[in-house]
């Protein structure tokens, strides 16, 4: 006989088993919860057969929870086509094994959620001022983004003027080929799962795919813990971040794979619309990143960002390893990146990002009052390899201060792209166009206006064939208070200096020696401390 219900079926053991028993149904899993409610999405309707939208009785299961107190809302084997559906407190959305929420192809089955950032106002699964929730595995969450693929017209590109890059109108017509760029998209759904000064949040060991925007946002959230998840999003995809932290306080992210066509972890993305909160508290371990933008990007925002811990993470295959920017008048600070590998590469396609490993840039755009800073930044046992240099810029001195290098090991390597795309500054997005990407000689490592830098165990390696536009092996400009101490290596070729500095206040080298070459050239600087022998 099959047992029809409208109301939770209760979680307890004993009467589970009783049903499983009696009436030919299969126990729920332990993860489901003792002593909960567990409410069946079948049994509310859902048919997860992939062609009929099972977005009213999903909702139904989770109404029904609710009004109980709370419990889980599981999902069986199946593929449950779904439009927008809200979770609400105390309640636990559980994606059991063979499971798929699977987006709906059809924008009318994505509501507003009433609050927008950058455009973005509808999503699949959201929750807005919800306490004690949850995404559990080990199912599937597919955002459907290859419905709103736009395969008829061409993406188009900006934010820059041709004129003002090293390679001239060259580099456009490199970029108008898309080898490796991201699609032109139809108008599509904002955000994958999306929550909103939300309390206690837990996701937690399930898989997401293909989605065709934002995928996972907490915004405004407090005491999050993330899990055990594995995205895997469209590397053609623009915006597609596999996971942003928006203006959020204590929150705990580990042992998770995330594959990105645009920032894999981004905290505080671009001033953030849903609410105006300091972003802190905020720690990253056990972390593989594949992106086309930044592996973990940290600003912009209009609110400050402070106190992060990224640690054992490997980015790889991405245009730009760690992106920190200040944009406005936001304060970055209290950052710690440590034992941690980068590998970086020239992306054959307009991303943001020149491929570099690191790149900290303050410069306006659209500011409002001061400018902000970066301030306390650490990086720890960090090997970095890439055909781009480490770039630590500022228009102007005394928004970056305090960054320390340590044990930072570090290949240069070249390639068929450097001379398409090297030697060129990406600032994008800035205040003018000139500065968005713009012709700038390199360093292996670049520093222009950061006060109290210090280089501590910096070692650095060369591949052949280095393009001219890489000056120097580590170059300073417009410093106050240097710090250079156990360095080895050199610069590109035997002619160029491993240390340049100049225009500076207060530098001090120390245990340093060039593996070929000279090892340091300076001008226009004050106050020069260099033992014999150096």
Not at 245 to 250: A, E, I, P, R
Not at 277 to 291: F, G, L, P, R
Request: proline letters at 4%.
């Amino acid at each position: 006989m099959r047992v029809k219900t409208t109301l939770c079926l209760l979680g307890m053991a004993t009467i589970l088993a009783s049903l499983a028993a009696g009436q030919g149904l299969t126990p729920l899993p332990a993860a489901a919860g003792a002593n909960r409610n567990v409410c069946d999405v079948r049994a509310f309707g859902a048919k997860g057969d992939g062609e009929h939208l099972d977005t009213a009785a999903i909702q139904s299961a989770i109404r029904a929870c609710a009004e109980q107190g709370g419990g889980t809302v599981y999902f069986g084997p199946g593929i449950y086509l779904s439009g927008s559906i809200r979770l609400e407190s105390n309640i636990t959305l559980d994606l059991g094994h063979g499971s798929r929420l699977l987006g709906s192809d059809k924008l009318a089955d994505y509501i507003d959620v009433g609050r927008a950032s950058e455009n973005r106002s509808t999503s699949l699964i959201w929750a807005i001022g919800a306490h004690n929730i949850a995404i559990t595995g080990p199912g599937v969450i597919d955002g459907n983004g290859r419905s709103f693929i736009d395969k008829v017209h061409p993406k188009k590109y900006g934010a820059y003027d041709p004129k003002f890059t090293r390679q001239g109108t060259e580099i456009f017509a490199r970029y108008t080929e898309n080898r490796e760029g991201h699609f032109a998209m139809l108008p599509r759904p904002g955000v994958l799962v999306l929550f909103i000064e939300c309390e206690d949040v837990e996701l937690r060991q399930f898989r997401t795919i293909d989605a065709p925007n934002w995928c996972i946002h907490l915004a405004c959230c407090r005491h999050a813990v993330i899990t055990g998840l594995d995205v895997r999003n469209s590397l053609h995809i623009p915006n597609a971040d596999a996971l942003d932290v928006s203006n959020s306080q204590d929150v705990r992210i580990s042992d998770v794979y995330l594959e990105a066509g645009d920032d894999g972890i981004a905290i505080s993305p671009c001033a953030d619309g849903y609410c105006h909160t300091t972003a802190e508290n905020i720690v990253v371990t056990n972390a593989v990143i594949v992106s086309r933008s930044a592996g973990i990007r940290v600003g912009w925002s209009a609110m400050d960002i402070r106190n992060l811990i990224f640690n054992n993470i490997v980015i790889r295959d991405t245009n730009r390893g760690i992106g920190i920017f200040v944009r406005g008048n936001e304060k970055i600070e209290n950052v710690l990146i440590a034992n941690t590998i980068i590998e970086t590469r020239l992306i054959d396609a307009d991303w943001w990002g020149m491929g570099e490993p690191v790149q900290v840039s303050v410069t306006p755009w659209r500011l409002k009052g001061e400018l902000g800073a970066v301030s306390n930044l650490r990086l720890v046992n960090v090997t970095a390899s890439s055909q781009s240099p480490v770039l630590l810029y500022c228009d102007v001195p005394g928004h970056i201060r305090n960054v320390l290098f340590d044990d930072f090991d570090f290949t240069i390597s070249t390639g068929l792209l450097v001379p398409i795309f090297g030697g060129n500054l990406d600032l994008r997005p800035a205040q003018t166009v000139d500065r968005g990407i713009a012709r700038y000689d390199v360093a292996g490592l670049k520093a222009e206006n950061v006060d109290d830098l210090n280089l501590r165990n910096l070692r650095l390696h060369w591949g052949s064939a280095v393009p001219d536009f890489f000056r120097a092996g580590v170059e300073v400009a417009g410093f106050r208070d240097l710090i250079i101490d156990g360095f080895a290596g050199s610069g590109p070729s035997n002619t160029t200096p491993a240390i340049r500095l100049r225009n500076g206040v207060g530098a001090t080298v120390t245990n340093a020696r060039a593996t070929r070459g000279k090892l340091l050239s300076h001008e226009g600087v004050v106050g020069m401390v260099i033992p014999p022998g150096q």
